[in-house]
């Protein structure tokens, strides 16, 4: 299984972002697919996730403000980011677990006027 994350890049404060991470080798309706976010300086925390089923969690840091889906046959699952603030500016990984816990390579967003 190979994650690769994309869609990161520089927004205003108060703007949006949608980050893809797409699923290779698996198909992703047998895979459950996290977001994680490392800010500068500081340690990776989980964001949000979604289930083989749907279902989706999330971080109270980013409940009403961040979503997620997925698109199973794009390989693809979404993290929606409105209302963004420079305290959201971090490396976003996607992750997932197949035999083995897996990274994508992360992508940078960064909230700056």
């Known amino acids: 299984v190979q994650l690769q994350a994309s869609g990161g890049g520089l927004v205003q404060p108060g703007g949006s972002l949608r980050l893809a991470c797409v699923v290779y080798?698996?198909?992703?309706?047998?895979?459950?697919i996290g977001w994680f976010r490392q800010a500068p300086g500081k340690e990776r925390e989980w964001v949000l996730c979604?289930?083989?089923?749907?279902?989706?969690f999330f971080s109270d840091s980013v409940k009403g403000q961040f979503s997620i889906s997925k698109d199973s046959a794009q390989h693809t699952v979404y993290l929606q980011m409105n209302s963004l603030q420079p305290e959201d500016t971090a490396v976003y990984y996607c992750?997932?677990?197949?035999?083995?816990?897996?990274w994508g390579q992360g992508t940078l967003v960064t909230v700056s006027s």
């Open positions: 992750n997932t677990y197949w035999r083995n816990e897996v």
């Open positions: 080798g698996v198909s992703l309706d047998d895979l459950a």
């Open positions: 979604i289930s083989t089923g749907g279902s989706t």
